[in-house]
């Protein structure tokens, strides 16, 4: 075979080196033969091989004509290379000596031809075992130089063909260990390589997806540490870092698809990426999405966040609740610089929690945090009016009912979808840019674990954060002493947008001109025991508990109606017919316990009427099934004194709702409005 080296490289010496240092080099290569585990007819193979170029270097007469010969090849036109024959009987330690020369590359790619038939060795010889510990050796060095050049793809590719000979010809089980210990190490500089590409790259970039989600699954998730060449430590700053080459729907997918697994540290990542997503495609849609991630996962410390939340939703008194009971002292006190008015602090601090906390880190936003335009958008605008129609809100600036959940944007979460009982929303599949995206989403979060605390380490940048406070220079400093509105009189959306910044001149006439939806007459008080009554029908007794394989439509929507009857009954005072535990998991039902309590300590009264008109299964799994229902829903919320504090008229809601199978009972684990 030609070997692709002359006698000076071969040897380890340069053109300049004179005899005396030629002959003292090869007694120090023949000192330092390879330990790897070559046979000695291999490594006398070897030794003859450098004595023969030592001789030929030591001998002037042969070393100026040899010295001409290389000249002359260099000369050449025709691309041509030094090389030196070796006899077959010495084409291994010809190798060898390639690979101690750093031609790793070169020795992998004539190793894993010499072991390809019709070339192959005998099976069982001393030729085949020095030829697969040649091909192991060389597929490492190779690797480990495009490593070292970055081309961490490259070296992936080497490795595995590395792997593939070796188990092939069922040689060298250490040396298949190191060379699957060096790609195993190498898989977060790969997810690197490959999603760090451009955009239009489809498949390597869904290659580095696969392969991110390969090492949190690894790790044992995010907050998990099972990897120990790949310490918390080292993995938050890499995972900032990928953060920056991933696109926000892309984003969306991977911590829905990990947050359904059970991570904490997922949900509230997917509650900022569908915030970052609903507020620069302008839809209101994916920010309730991302409110109700928070709310289910129970996690303290939630309330300021949540606020800014509620604020994009036009929620302008829930926002401003949920702001006073969560603010810590330093922002207090920075919100009282902001002026006498509340909502114009709250704007400012949403502002720039936008700005520093929810927009950066993704490949495809590079927005500002433009409050005005936000509430300026029709979309918006339209959505925020048609929640103020469906849910019939009276309004009354003198009066906040106590029992309210701060963080629910339905008026009352009896029997509508609570948004604090939504265990999840699956935001679409990646790279789903169009305005219908959303149409196709689903519940794909079961996770009804305990309330979870943030792992010890903090994440960069997203992290529950301790506020920054910046010190605004905008016209939010000085407002201008003009007499206080009334909040009920302004439409949700005019709110955030009028203490933020002058709403433009055709907003304003906008303003004046919408249709303002009508005040809902009080119903005539419903009596108490009408709900509880309503379910003591028998359809409800077979349905609890439901312990059949694959349940039907008909026995999910009995099951369905049971929790329905049982929460009804509860918030009218009176008890649940059917044990709660039977129906559904722990979460909705401390969800519907905190209720009762709050509506216990305020002395207020639910009556609650919900009829399911239909129902139909969206998708199902040994585990999990979840269904589409139709509902016909009303409700009045009475004082102590017979008053009547608020009421949602008669109205047909869609929501989705998901059962979970729990050894051989299935339960309600979650619901949601639907899409």
């Known amino acids: 075979m030609d070997l692709p080296i002359d006698h000076f490289r071969l040897l380890g010496v340069s053109p300049t080196t004179d005899g005396t240092t030629v002959l003292r080099t090869l007694q120090q290569r023949l000192d330092r033969a390879p330990d790897q585990g070559f046979t000695l007819d291999t490594l006398q193979a070897r030794a003859d091989l450098l004595q023969a170029s030592a001789d030929l270097l030591s001998d002037e007469e042969r070393r100026q004509a040899y010295e001409r010969e290389l000249t002359s090849i260099a000369a050449s036109a025709n691309g041509a290379i030094a090389a030196l024959e070796i006899p077959p009987s010495k084409e291994v330690a010809g190798l060898l000596l390639l690979l101690e020369a750093g031609q790793a590359q070169e020795a992998f790619e004539a190793a894993s031809r010499g072991l390809q038939p019709p070339q192959a060795p005998a099976l069982g010889s001393s030729r085949e075992a020095d030829l697969s510990l040649l091909a192991g050796l060389a597929c490492q060095g190779a690797a480990a130089e495009c490593r070292e050049q ?7 590719r080497l490795l595995q063909q590395g792997l593939q000979l070796l188990q092939r010809m069922g040689q060298q089980p250490e040396q298949r260990r190191r060379l699957e210990h060096d790609l195993q190490t190498l898989l977060p500089y790969r997810v690197l390589d490959l999603i760090s ?4 790259a489809q498949a390597p970039r869904q290659e580095g997806i696969a392969l991110l989600e390969r090492l949190v699954q690894q790790r044992g998730g995010l907050e998990g540490n099972n990897d120990p060449d790949f310490p918390a430590e080292e993995f938050q700053p890499f995972f ?12 969306v997918d991977l911590f829905d698809r990990w947050a359904a697994a059970g991570s904490a540290t997922a949900e509230f990542l997917a509650s900022f990426a569908l915030t970052a997503a609903g507020f620069v495609q302008r839809k209101p849609e994916r920010i309730l999405a991302a409110l109700q991630r928070l709310q289910v996962s129970g996690q303290a410390g939630m309330e300021v966040v949540q606020a800014c939340q509620q604020l994009l939703l036009g929620q302008v008194e829930e926002a401003q609740a949920l702001f006073e ?16 008015e509340p909502l114009a602090a709250l704007c400012a601090h949403c502002r720039d929690w936008l700005s520093t906390e929810v927009l950066p880190g993704f490949r495809d936003i590079d927005a500002e945090a433009d409050l005005d335009a936000w509430f300026a958008d029709r979309d918006v605008q339209a959505y925020i009016d048609q929640q103020d129609r469906i849910h019939g809100r009276q309004r009354s600036t003198a009066e906040t009912s106590p029992s309210t959940d701060l963080g629910a944007a339905w008026p009352d979460v009896s029997l509508m979808p609570p948004l604090a009982e939504a265990e999840g929303l699956d935001t679409g599949s990646a790279g789903a840019a169009t305005d219908d995206e959303d149409a196709g989403d689903d519940d794909d979060d079961l996770w009804d674990g305990p309330l979870w605390s943030w792992p010890q380490w903090s994440w960069p940048q997203w992290q529950p954060p301790a506020l920054r406070l910046p010190s605004l220079s905008n016209p939010l400093e000085a407002l201008p002493a003009l007499p206080r509105p009334d909040l009920a009189a302004w439409p949700r959306w005019g709110l955030p947008a009028g203490a933020a910044v002058v709403v433009a001149a055709g907003l304003g006439g906008w303003l004046l001109l919408r249709p303002r939806a009508e005040q809902v007459k009080p119903l005539p008080v419903q009596p108490v025991e009408q709900p509880a009554a309503k379910p003591a029908a028998p359809v409800i007794q077979p349905a609890v508990p439901l312990t059949a394989a694959d349940p039907s439509d008909a026995q999910l929507q009995r099951l369905l109606e049971a929790w ?3 929460k009804a009954a509860l918030l009218a005072g009176g008890p649940a017919e059917q044990p709660l535990e039977a129906i559904a998991r722990p979460l909705p039902v401390q969800r519907l316990q905190e209720q009762v309590r709050a509506n216990a300590a305020a002395g207020a009264r639910e009556t609650v009427s919900a009829t399911v008109t239909g129902l139909r299964s969206l998708e199902r799994s040994p585990q999990r099934i979840a269904v589409e229902a139709t509902l016909t829903y009303s409700d009045r919320r009475t004082g102590s004194d017979g008053n009547l504090l608020s009421q949602t008229p008669s109205t047909t809601l869609r929501n989705v709702y998901v059962f979970a199978r729990d050894g051989e009972l299935w339960r309600l684990a979650a619901f949601r409005p639907s899409p």
Not at 150 to 156: D, H, I, K, P
Not at 197 to 200: A, E, G, H, P, Q
Not at 240 to 251: G, S
Not at 325 to 340: C, E, M, S, V
């Open 325 to 340: 009971a969560g603010a810590d002292a330093d922002l207090r006190a920075w919100a009282a610089q902001q002026g006498d």
């Open 197 to 200: 590409r451009d955009l239009s």
């Open 240 to 251: 900032k870092q990928i953060r920056q080459f991933l696109t926000v729907q892309e984003q």
């Open 564 to 566: 329905l009857a049982a």
């Open 150 to 156: 970055r081309r961490y793809e490259a070296s992936a």
